[in-house]
């Protein structure tokens, strides 16, 4: 047996040189005309981002700003699909739009694939993820989640209010990750701070960024150094015994993968069960319907997933080309923000109506085309776990102030702090 | 009654297997195959509803469903 010494180096001599890194200036504060200078990351988007797509979609549906070194934001349900079907002129090599972009040389894998990769490679990274995350597999978690969501609630002890999204959504996604990927579950504060970082720290200072990324670099090498030590039934091994071409893979694109599966694994459902929860708190109607008919869960749960989506992906433009009437220059952002896809009244009857038995109901709130979200089946499972217990154990709540609900910025949307007066 | 999947356009979404249990399975990757039921392509009048509701919820529009 050869001794796999694949990750015994420093992560930093591996990953891209930072002198290839193309910054861009960072430019903050409040948005002056959203049609030209708009921002993900200002306080007004986390606060009425819905209203803001609509009023785009009406008058610019493709709007523009020089923030990020330059970026586009299409809100029409058919923009944004075509730009999700179109890899040959969008490239996925880097998915958070940011004042960095890598080095064209990093495609077609990209820092964490198959999310940052294109044709082919893409395809064959994502089989290596598929058959781990497909509805029979997810389904075995189930239990487990549900027991786990019932501890949750038992812990909110008698109190009257409670931060639905800090105590109860947040926590769900992370410990079926963390299993999923055999970390520790003591570790979820960590998780925490490593997403709110990649996500929501887009503008923060260049040298703050990479010390931010090392910080979670230095924690995965940490793992995956334990499981060469230590293999188990879990992603982590499987990732470091998974072979293509022939080849085991490289140390990055393991380590990458699994910042992916970290990173996009938890504040994405997070998002989800707290924006349906925060719905439910203040539609009365809809909360005692769902109390008393179970069996609309189905229906209602995709509903939220549709008009509550929390994702929006970013693509780069290969090329400098046209497209719907605007002039993408090579390297720009291109966010897909599918939320503002799913509330298009073009494509949705009622679009700005939730309906909670809306029975036709085909929403891009995972994606469209090859980056289908690989985890929408272990998604869909926690949000329906989730939502399921809640409304059984806790059938009537309502918002405690409506001031204290914070959403949050940048790429994925969702109340960060969400207290609910319970009872 | 006819169903076609196309096979180019399934991304394993799952929702046609989530809602049509009877007709659409998923293979050991999530994307969406027929089932013993469907093998051949075709649907038993009775489905014929559950089939409607999986194409029309299909987010790739990879389903067709034939009625006549």
Known sequence: MTVDD????????????????????????PVEDWTTDFSH????????APEIWDDLRGRCPVAHTERFGGAWLPTRYEDVAAIAYDTDRFTSRAIIASNFRPPKTTAPIGGSPPISSDPPFHHDARKLLLPAFTKTKTAKLEDATRAFCHGLIDDFGDREVVDAAAEYAQHIPIRVIADMLGFPP???????????????GINDDHDDREVQSDDLFDYIFEQIRD??????????THLINAELYGQKLEPMHVAGTMVLLLIAGIDTTWSAIGASLWHLAQTPSDRARLAAEPELMKTAMEEFLRAYAPVTMARLVKDDMEFAGVKMKADDWVLLPFPAANRDPEHFEQADEVIIDREVNRHAAFGLGIHRCVGSHLARMELKVALEVWMERIPEFTLACPEGVAWSTGQIRGPRALPLRLG | MTLRIDETLCH??????DLAPELFGEDEEGYSTFTELTKDGEVPPEYAAKARLAAENCPESAITFKEE
């Open chain 1, 6 to 29: 694949r990750f015994t180096q420093d992560h930093r001599d591996l990953r891209v040189d930072p002198d290839d890194v193309v910054r861009s200036e960072v430019i903050t504060g």
């Open chain 1, 41 to 48: 990351t200002e306080p007004e988007y986390a606060e009425r």
């Open chain 1, 227 to 236: 499981h060469v030590a230590n293999p188990r039934d879990d992603l982590t």
């Open chain 1, 186 to 200: 003591e570790d979820g504060p960590e998780f925490t701070r490593f997403v709110k970082n990649t996500l929501e």
């Open chain 2, 12 to 17: 394993g979404h799952g929702r046609c297997y």
